[in-house]
């Protein structure tokens, strides 16, 4: 069978779309690409089932949508697995319709934490074939190719009663145009350690290597030993509607894959983008695994962690292992907020985690939030404050800012049906450019609060360590690009005067 993964060109006056492996979407003023880890799980296993597989990112690869086109045609496919999420749904259902006015006989499957949340909408606004609610793209794909080859092949029916009863995981059109549901996706059946190792070639790892902030040493790439957090129950969270059993390969699966990345690739920095990087004796594992392969000299670690998980002997084994960026999220200098939202509580420990990270000899960088229905604008100047201390006192290194945004299918959005805190359910506004939710700061003294956050390192002190730890040219390329990055979402968050566009361009539907 012929099977595209990838993107479709989204293009906009807004920016680039940050879609690919992101739990909270954003327009980006410059280009960063984050290499999609599920989607090329599922493009190297279909590929080792013998299928001919292609990659195809319109946005990474920067195509039009006429060069997206003529690939698209060109390779003649099957099935085309194709992510997307709640601010760019709408254009993705356009891009649907005219890919199938191309080539009418391609199955068309649609997956993402939206499309989890609300496949009947999907299915309704666009001729996608399939829904994929769920996250294991990888497993849930293989699953729906082997039932099509076992009742004949890409144009079977779903539908027909002589045909296997369709796998859990999808959503599709009856023949009576009623809309069918075989339950979210069971991933208890699959183990991540069955997996292969992903096939970098096939899914083009370079389009990531360098366009992307999270690397201080090109070329960089990216790792996911779980899937996803192992907490699980942010409320904000839009991953919690994909994975809602935290799974995770072994710490020798990881060692002997960073491995290869080091051998085959010349990789010098990775990332391992799981929710939250295993802890505990799992951590301590990897720790000394790195140590005694020699890996620590070779390459430069990074990985998402919840404050307060661990102690300083597990942060000094990190930094003694090669870890150096560590994004940790601390959402708001409020106990009450971190409660509402289900924070872990161990979380609430957030200055002296980023103190024991730091004195290891780790960068932290933290993940903020303004805007949420329940705090003041003094609540939100106290989560300046904190972070403004932080970088004074060299606890951080770096910072994001961001606004709440509700995203269907997770407890904050059904916490905000319920009170009457929506201000719209137009998906296209749901990219962090303005609030969504209901809240007691007037709209441009919010914006302004989120760029006060971006601006919270000027400090004297912060400031002087690093021009002081400049050794490099590549340390002062680093910085000049960080420069750039914060003066990008100074204007990404400047009042509310940004470019809306209520309709994709009429060249978004070019047939030919």
Not at 56 to 65: M, R, S, V, Y
Not at 278 to 307: D, Q, S
């Amino acid at each position: 069978m012929k099977i595209l993964i990838g993107y479709v060109p989204l293009e906009s006056p807004l920016g680039i779309p940050l879609l690919s492996q992101n739990r909270q979407f954003q327009w980006f003023s410059r280009p960063t690409y984050v290499y999609p880890m599920v989607p090329a799980s599922a493009a190297t296993l279909l590929k080792t089932r013998g299928h001919d597989v292609l990659w195809l990112d319109g946005i990474a690869e920067e195509l039009t949508q006429e060069e997206f086109d003529r690939r698209f045609l060109a390779f003649q496919p099957d099935l085309f697995l194709l992510e997307t999420k709640t601010p760019v749904v709408k254009r993705t259902w356009q891009k649907v319709d005219h890919l199938k006015t191309l080539l009418p006989h391609c199955r068309i499957v649609l997956c993402g934490d939206h499309a989890t949340a609300l496949p009947e909408e999907s299915l309704r606004s666009c001729k996608a074939d399939f829904i994929l609610r769920g996250g294991d793209y990888d497993f849930a794909l293989d699953e729906l190719v082997r039932w099509m080859s076992q009742n004949g092949g890409p144009d079977a029916d779903p539908n027909e009663p002589a045909h296997a009863p369709l796998p859990c995981g999808f959503a599709w059109h009856g023949p009576d145009g009623a809309i069918r549901d075989s339950g979210n996706f069971c991933n208890r059946r699959h183990s991540l350690a069955d997996l292969p190792e992903i096939d970098r070639e096939l899914t083009q790892w370079q389009l990531y290597s360098r366009k992307n902030g999270n690397f201080r040493k090109t070329p960089g790439t990216y790792t996911m030993v779980a899937r996803d957090c192992w907490w699980g129950k942010c409320t904000f969270c839009s991953w919690t509607t994909l994975y809602p059993e935290w799974r995770f390969r072994t710490p020798t699966q990881l060692l002997d894959e960073i491995g290869h990345l080091i051998e085959r690739y010349r990789v010098r920095e990775i990332f391992d983008d799981s929710g939250c990087f295993p802890a505990g004796a799992w951590l301590r594992e990897f720790c000394e695994g790195m140590v005694a392969r020699g890996y620590h000299r070779k390459v430069t670690l990074g990985c998402n962690m919840i404050p307060g998980a661990l102690d300083a002997e597990l942060y000094k084994a990190m930094a003694k292992a090669g870890f150096r960026f560590v994004l940790f999220g601390l959402e708001s200098a409020q106990s009450e907020t971190l409660a509402r939202i289900n924070k872990c509580p161990a979380a609430r420990e957030i200055e002296q985690s980023m103190k024991l990270a730091r004195e290891a000899g780790l960068l932290p960088h933290v993940t903020c939030m303004i805007g949420y229905p329940w705090e003041t604008a003094e609540d939100a100047r106290r989560t300046i404050a904190l972070t403004r201390k932080l970088f004074d006192q060299g606890y951080i290194a770096t910072l994001q800012g961001t606004i709440v945004i509700p995203y269907p299918g997770t407890p904050l959005f059904r916490e905000c049906k319920a009170n009457g805190w929506l201000r719209t359910e137009d998906w296209d506004r749901y990219d962090m450019r303005e609030p969504i939710m209901r809240c007691p700061v007037p709209d441009e003294e919010l914006m302004a609060l989120v760029r006060k956050l971006y601006e919270s390192f000027l400090t004297p002190r912060f400031v002087l360590r690093q021009l002081l730890s400049i050794r490099s040219w590549n340390d002062l390329l680093f910085l000049g690009k960080a420069a750039l990055r914060v003066a990008g979402h100074l204007l990404d968050f400047h009042a509310a005067k940004r470019p809306r566009q209520k309709k994709p361009a009429p060249t978004e539907k070019r047939s030919s």
